[in-house]
C-alpha cells in the first residue's frame, strides 16, 4: 500500500450458527461460514437476504441473539473495542453525515484505533491517510467537506478509512455501490492485492466470480449455497434464488464462470422470496 505500511496479518474469520432476531423479526437463521486467512469470500442474494445483518454482525454493531462470531478463534464480542478495530476493518453501507467533516479527517479515523486518547496525528499517520487515499485516487480530495462528495467519491473515501485501520481482516458491504467501472475494478483489485481476509457484498455475481475465492448465497436470512464461483453461480441457483433465467458459461479470456441475464424471464414467487 503506497505509504502506508503493511497492513496487519490477515485473520481467520468464522461465522458460527448466527442468527439475528429484531423486533420479533428474523434477519438471519443459522449462518455458518468461514473466510481462512489471506481468502475473499463474496456474499450474495436478493435485496432482503440478510446480508448486511450479517456483515453487522461481524462487525459488532448487531448483537447475535444465538451464534457467535469468531476471529482467529476468539469471540468478537469479548474482545476490547481498540484492539478488535486494529485487526477487522470495515466499510458499511451507512456514510458519515452531511457535516463538514473534510476527506483527511474522515480517513484519520481510521488511525484512532493506533492512538492514544487526544493524541494527534504524527508524521506517520498523515502518511498513511494519504497514502490510503492515493490508493484509491482521491488524494485530490483531501481538503474538500466530505458532506459534498458525490456518492462514488464519497465510497472510495471510506475504503479509504478502512485502508488506514491496516487491520488484516475486512468486512465490506456493496464496496461498489455508487463506483463507476474502473473504480469498482480498482477497490476489488486492491483488496486482492493486500491479502487481507475479507468477507465482501456484491450484487454484481460477475465482479463476485472474478474477485472471490468463494461464495456464499444467502435467501430469506438463510444460507442457500456455499462453494467456489464454478460451484455456485449455476442457472439452477439462479432460477431458484433469483427467479431470473440466465446463462452462465466460462468467460474465454478470464477463465471464470460469466453470468448471462436472459431478459424478460422473471419466475413466479419461489420459496426463497421473501425479504428477510
Known amino acids: 500500500m503506497t505509504g502506508t505500511g503493511a497492513v496487519g496479518s490477515p485473520g481467520s474469520l468464522t461465522v458460527a450458527d448466527v442468527s439475528v432476531v ?21 456474499l450474495a442474494g436478493p435485496n432482503g437476504a440478510g446480508k448486511s445483518t450479517l456483515l453487522r454482525t ?9 451464534g457467535r462470531v469468531l476471529l482467529d478463534g476468539e469471540d468478537v464480542r469479548r ?8 485487526r477487522l476493518a ?12 473534510s476527506v483527511y479527517d474522515v480517513v484519520a479515523m481510521g488511525r484512532t484505533p493506533h492512538k492514544r486518547a487526544f493524541e494527534g496525528d504524527s508524521a506517520d499517520d498523515r502518511a498513511v491517510v494519504m497514502g490510503a487515499l492515493a490508493e484509491l485516487g482521491a488524494g485530490g480530495l483531501a481538503g474538500a467537506p466530505f458532506g ?6 464519497k465510497q472510495r473515501v471510506l475504503i479509504a478509512r478502512a485502508l488506514a485501520q491496516r487491520a488484516g481482516t475486512m468486512v465490506l458491504d456493496e464496496p461498489t455501490n455508487h463506483l463507476d467501472l474502473r473504480h469498482q475494478l480498482d477497490a476489488l483489485r486492491l483488496v486482492r492485492r493486500l491479502g ?9 455475481l460477475n465482479l463476485a466470480a472474478a474477485f472471490c475465492d468463494r461464495i456464499c448465497v444467502m435467501a430469506g436470512g438463510r444460507l442457500v449455497a456455499l462453494g467456489t464461483p464454478r460451484e455456485v453461480l449455476t442457472p439452477a441457483l439462479l432460477a431458484e434464488v433469483y427467479r431470473v433465467e440466465a446463462d452462465v458459461a466460462e468467460h474465454p479470456r ?15 414467487h419461489g420459496p426463497w422470496g421473501s425479504p428477510a
Open 22 to 42: 429484531v423486533d420479533g423479526r428474523t434477519l438471519v437463521e443459522g449462518v455458518s461460514l468461514t473466510a481462512a486467512p489471506g481468502e475473499v469470500v463474496g
Open 58 to 66: 461481524v462487525y459488532r454493531a448487531l448483537r447475535p441473539t444465538s
Open 79 to 86: 474482545m476490547p473495542g481498540k484492539r478488535l478495530a486494529r
Open 90 to 101: 470495515a466499510v458499511l453501507q451507512e456514510a458519515p453525515g452531511d457535516f463538514e467533516l
Open 148 to 153: 459534498r462528495l458525490s456518492g462514488g467519491e
Open 196 to 204: 487481507v481476509t475479507a468477507v465482501v457484498a456484491l450484487h454484481d
Open 254 to 268: 478470464t477463465g471464470v464462470p460469466h453470468v448471462t441475464l436472459l431478459t424478460g424471464s422473471e419466475r413466479p
